[in-house]
């Protein structure tokens, strides 16, 4: 492991790679810190760009960005009152009455150096638990690979939002579309229509640009985004690090705590940093000896949102890595990432590709710190772009969509179907779908087709087999459990709202 980690740093360290890692961060937090923009967005944005270069150099780009779209938001919740990503929402209880009380350059120091650590924290037992994780899947074949994948697919119900029927439905529609193109192993062309562009079916990368930088767009050019004025902007200016060793000793345990936390529910499939920030916040309340205090401006509250929100990054990776499994919308465009490249996350992935996961290890400890640096050296600059109108940057994006989609093929059907897909997208978000299923099952459904044809055809079309496999019958009856699980969870919740609105 250790000879691996070396060669990952090897590449990391070469000129080009860590170019790219420090653009990705630079960019992940642009696009952080603008309300509006999200890490999700910044990811299927830059997707194509990853295309025409090596795996490594890819991923590098791509963890740079998760690092830096998940970090950003701290920005504008501490200055504005407004999170700019849904991970630093919990960060706004705090940080801005700081800010008010004349403390932002306290309050920063405080969410950047507590990023930093719940995110090294996250990457250090990303690092340690992936392998042997999937060096005990790695025995799978295509029964267990099929079980793993609809276990995977299970997941929809856990990414589905207020309603698990539209989750469903979402889901469905993302492996109907999937379908689409010529079927896996015999090639038989499936509802093409006589059109012959679509043969190939719908390439990845337009669906996914589509699904969430396009309706993304659409979305926030509905709304007015409230932009700071540099006249009026808080001091934010910070002494060292804005925070004395006393005031980091004091908060020891409840970083740690919701380092802990943040890691846990990025594990957890469906739930991510937007979720592990409030949580932690909570915790941190509950457990303070002056939570009448939270709300009105204590590092507390700061603590727990940032360390929880950077450390669910590494907790996300575990299940895409060893499993393959993408709990939530970054970690399925990251999939679908690796995908572009001809690589499959899962078991195999360490035998087969483990240069390239190394390289992510590596990439991720190098983002984690250039995300520390960036943030202390250039406040300034990011505090500066959050007062670039959004109609301007808007139909930039656009146009960098559009160049993507079509450079992947050289089609220009697939800019057509970016613009199909932008559009359902924001169709679904008008009428409450989510798209993570979509985007899950699109992925997913033929990896399952593909499996359960290969298991057929082993064993003459019985599917017995897939039963009495112990590994594949496990994951089966987790599928089962998982869906049940969710069901009762989705009943139980309709019937609190039913009652709160008869009372």
């Known amino acids: ?32 810190s603008i309300p509006g923009l999200t890490a999700t967005m910044a990811i299927a944005i830059c997707l194509p760009i990853t295309f025409g270069m090596e795996a ?26 407004l999170p700019g990503t849904p991970s630093s929402i919990a960060a706004t209880f705090d940080g801005y009455p700081m ?21 090294l924290f996250s990457i250090l037992i990303l690092m340690f638990v992936s392998p042997p994780l999937a060096q005990l899947a790695i025995k799978f074949g295509p029964f267990e690979y099929f079980a793993v994948t ?38 038989y062309p499936r509802f093409t229509f006589g059109f012959d562009a679509l043969d190939a079916g719908f390439a990845l990368l337009p669906v996914m640009i589509g699904l969430f930088a396009i309706s993304e767009i659409l979305k ?26 006393a005031e980091f000793v004091k908060q020891g345990w409840n970083g740690l705590r919701s380092a802990l936390i943040g890691v846990g529910i990025g594990i957890l499939p469906g739930i991510g940093g937007g979720t592990a920030n409030l949580v932690s916040y909570a915790v941190a309340k509950n457990q303070s000896k002056y939570p009448e205090k939270f709300g ?89 772009i959050l ?24 089609r220009l059907f697939d800019a057509g179907a970016l613009l199909f897909f932008g559009i359902l997208g924001y169709a679904m978000y008008k009428f ?14 033929p990896i399952a087709e593909t499996n359960l044809r290969r298991g057929l055809m082993y064993t003459q079309g019985e599917f017995i087999p897939f039963l009495t496999s112990p590994i594949a019958a496990f994951f089966l009856i987790l599928a089962v459990v998982s869906v049940i699980l969710s069901a009762r969870k989705n009943i139980i919740k309709k019937k609190e709202k039913d009652l709160t609105v008869s009372s």
């Open 1 to 32: 492991m250790l000879e691996m980690l070396l060669e990952g740093f090897a590449t990391v360290f070469t000129l080009n790679t860590l170019l790219l890692v420090l653009v990705g961060v630079v960019l992940g937090l642009v696009f952080g």
């Open 56 to 81: 490594t150099d890819g991923m590098a780009l791509l963890m740079g960005l998760y690092i830096g779209g998940v970090s950003g938001g701290l920005i504008p919740a501490i200055l504005l009152n």
């Open 99 to 119: 800010a008010k009380k004349g403390q932002a350059g306290k309050a920063f120091g405080i969410a950047i150096s507590f990023s930093f650590l719940g995110g």
């Open 150 to 187: 609809m276990f995977a697919l299970t997941m929809i119900s856990s990414v589905s939002g207020n309603s698990i029927i539209k989750g469903l439905l979402s889901g469905l529609i993302g492996m109907s579309l999937a379908l689409v193109g010529s079927a896996p192993i015999d090639a």
């Open 220 to 245: 926030t050019s509905e709304s007015k985004i409230k932009t700071i004025d540099q006249k009026e902007t808080p001091d934010y200016r910070m002494k060292g690090l804005g925070f004395s060793l």
């Open 296 to 384: 009105k401006g204590v590092p507390d509250g700061l603590v727990a949102s940032e360390t929880s929100n950077n450390a669910a990054i590494g907790g996300a990776l575990v299940p895409l890595l060893s499993l393959g499994i993408p709990g939530d919308t970054v970690t399925a465009l990251l999939l679908g990432g690796l995908v572009l490249h001809g690589i499959t996350p899962g078991p195999l992935l360490f035998e087969q590709n483990g240069g390239v996961v190394y390289v992510i290890f590596a990439a991720l400890l190098v983002a984690n710190l250039v995300m520390l640096v960036s943030l202390y050296l250039g406040m300034r600059v990011f505090v500066r």
């Open 387 to 410: 007062s670039i109108p959004q109609h301007i940057l808007l139909p930039i994006i656009i146009v960098l969509c559009v160049v993507g989609a079509f450079g992947e093929n050289n």
């Open 432 to 445: 409450d779908f989510p798209l993570t299923p979509l985007i899950l099952g699109f992925i997913l459904g």
